[in-house]
Structures are given as C-alpha cells and as structure tokens.
C-alpha cells in the first residue's frame, strides 16, 4: 500500500485576546502536534465534538491555514505552505455548506474554469471538455453551466462543490461535514456519490463529521479527536464496537442514529476544557469515570493497542468493559 497522505506533528495554536498595540491575551491550541497516514483509496473518518479543531486540520491540509508546527506530505513529497498551487493540485476541500461556499456573482462554468485556469493553464477547449466530464460523472446536467449558485438545492450544490474539488485533478480530498447540511435523503445520495467517484476516479478521502453513524458507515478507519489531539484511531467496524478510549466508548454509547449529531451527555464537566487554561494531564480526566492520579499529571501518549488500533490512555479498556 502507498501512503497518500502523511501527517507529522502537525499543530495550530492562534493567538487569541489581541489588541491593536500589545501581546495577545494568551494562546489557544486548536490541534495539538498530530501524526496521521491517509492510504492511497482509503477513507480515514475523523470525529470528535465541536470546538475540538476538526475545521482547523482541515484548513490546514489544504493550506488555506499556516500549520503552526509539522509537515505534510503527499505520495512521500512534502508540501510547502508558500506554494497554493501545488495545495491545489494535490488536495482539495469540499466545504459543509454547499451554496455559500461557491462564489454567488459567478456562475457555475466560471467556477468550475478557475483551478483548471489556475492550477492547470488549460486551454478553452480542454476546460469545457474536463468540465462537461465532471459534471456528467457527478450527475450534474450540462445546461446547469450558466446559472448562478443561489439557483440551486443544496444537494445539487454539494454536487457542484465536489465537481469544483474533482475539476482540479487532486486525488485527495478533504470532505469537511460534507453531509451534515443536507436532508438525510439527500445525504445518502451524496454519500453514494462520493464512493462511486472515489472508485472511478481513484480517491482518498479524509471524512470529517460529527455524525458518528455516517462516519462509520463510510470510513475505512476512523480517528477520534478531543480537545485538539487524536485520543484513539482505529478500523471503522471496530472502533465503536471495541473502543479502546473512554471518550470513544462515550460517543459509542450514545447510540449512534444517521443524522444526529454528536452531543455529549448532559450534566457536569460535559464541556471541553478551557483552551485558554488546558489541563496539565489527559484533557479528557474531568469527565472520565477510570481518571487515577497519574493521569492528572501528564497528557498520555498514543500507543498502540492491537493490531491497527491505538489509543492515549493510561487505562485503555479490555474488550469485556
Ligand atoms: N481563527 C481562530 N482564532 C482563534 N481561535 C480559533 C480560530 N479558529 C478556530 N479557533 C478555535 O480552535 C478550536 C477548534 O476549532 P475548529 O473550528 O477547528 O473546531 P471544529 O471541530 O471544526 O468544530 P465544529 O464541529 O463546531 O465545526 C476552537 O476552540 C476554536 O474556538
Ligand atoms: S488517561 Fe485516564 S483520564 Fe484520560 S481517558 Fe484514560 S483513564 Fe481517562
Ligand atoms: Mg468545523
């Protein structure tokens, strides 16, 4: 197998409380220093609560945001933040709200012409070409051309925003909630749209959701985030099942229905820490029912489990807990 994506101490930290003359108030770590590997054809899911720096990864990975620290690197190439372009035809973003992600005053032709434009400098008569490709094997009717984002539904204009991420020729894309606008019918169209192109195009998808039935559904393994850092990464069809994290085994207890979103349980210390003032050991202790001592102390590291699973815990869970 060939790494597509590989991911080494990537991190984020914004300064945050900035005044126009003087320091910043202090520093919020959205990602903490992650290492990650995305196989060629395979999708790697990655859920976790909101605030929990998913959006941030993702801006990261397509250089739409500076990493703070880390490297990224495609098919063993490391990318350079100073160069776009080459973000561009490498990794694509296909955003969670379809329409107000497509430019309202262009239509959809000059959307679709600007990475072929930019990224590739293909002529007039290779852009149409490509374009009426993508669009037909995105089931999209070629006289949609002309018209203007805000004519469509929102499926269709999820359509339109994968055909946009497709026209460029990157083989890898990062779907950022890509469903989680759309009606649960209209998902699951979405969703067969995505695994058809992935097999006939030759993709590798990083799906990012807080919808865990989706997640599982779609991914081939999955990587749990809390509080900015993978807590357990594991197969799809045993992460849920098995989970080796108490936060894992919290989001599969809360019984996973296509289309609801992930909430934690009511009641105290349900909330994320305070970015602004983390805990010195493992992020999750407030909430957790097996917190010792040690765990207060120092973050855990990712270890591995079992074959393929790993997880940060110091007292990961056996499979009969
Ligand atoms: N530009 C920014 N400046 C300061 N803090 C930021 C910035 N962008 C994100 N953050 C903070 O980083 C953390 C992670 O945010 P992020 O948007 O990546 O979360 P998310 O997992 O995508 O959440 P959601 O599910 O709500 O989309 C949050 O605490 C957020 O407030
Ligand atoms: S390290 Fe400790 S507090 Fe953190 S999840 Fe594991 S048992 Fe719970
Ligand atoms: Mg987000």
């Known amino acids: 197998m060939t790494t597509a994506l590989k991911l080494t101490d990537l991190s984020k930290t914004f300064p945050v409380g900035k005044r126009l003359f003087g320091p910043a108030k202090g520093m919020v770590r959205a990602v903490q220093p992650l290492s990650l590997s995305v196989e060629e054809g395979e999708t790697l899911g990655i859920v976790g609560e909101s605030g929990c720096g998913k959006s941030t990864l993702a801006r990261m990975l397509v250089g739409l945001l500076p990493p703070s620290t880390g490297t990224i690197e495609i098919n063993g190439a490391p ?136 997640v599982e559904a779609v991914s081939d393994r999955v990587a749990v985030l809390y509080f900015g850092a993978v807590v357990e990464v594991g197969p799809a069809e045993q992460i849920f099942a098995q989970p080796k994290h108490p936060y894992t085994k919290l989001l599969a207890d809360s019984a996973p229905v296509v289309g609801r979103a992930l909430v934690a349980p009511e009641g105290r210390e349900t909330e994320l820490p305070d970015p602004l003032n983390p805990p010195p050991g493992c992020a999750f202790s407030a909430r957790c029912p097996y917190a010792s001592a040690e765990c207060r102390q120092a973050p855990p590291p990712l270890e591995q489990q079992s074959d393929g699973v790993w997880a940060a815990c110091y007292h990961p869970l056996s499979e009969t807990a």
């Open 79 to 214: 990318l350079d933040a100073a160069d776009p372009a080459l973000f561009g035809r490498k990794i694509q973003y296909v955003f969670q709200d379809p329409i107000s992600s497509l430019n309202p005053r262009k239509t959809i032709r000059q959307i679709m012409e600007a990475p072929l434009k930019h990224l590739h400098g293909m002529s007039a008569a290779e852009r149409d070409a490509r374009i009426r490709e993508i669009f037909a094997a995105v089931n999209l009717r070629e006289e949609f051309l002309d018209r203007y984002p805000h004519e469509f539904s929102g499926g269709q204009a999820q359509r339109i925003g994968i055909a946009r991420a497709l026209a460029a020729d990157a083989r890898i894309l990062i779907l950022d909630e890509p469903v989680s606008a759309l009606d649960v019918s209209v998902q699951a169209q979405v969703l067969n749209l995505l695994a058809d192109l992935k097999q006939k195009f030759g993709l590798t998808y990083l799906f990012i959701s807080h919808d865990l039935a989706v």
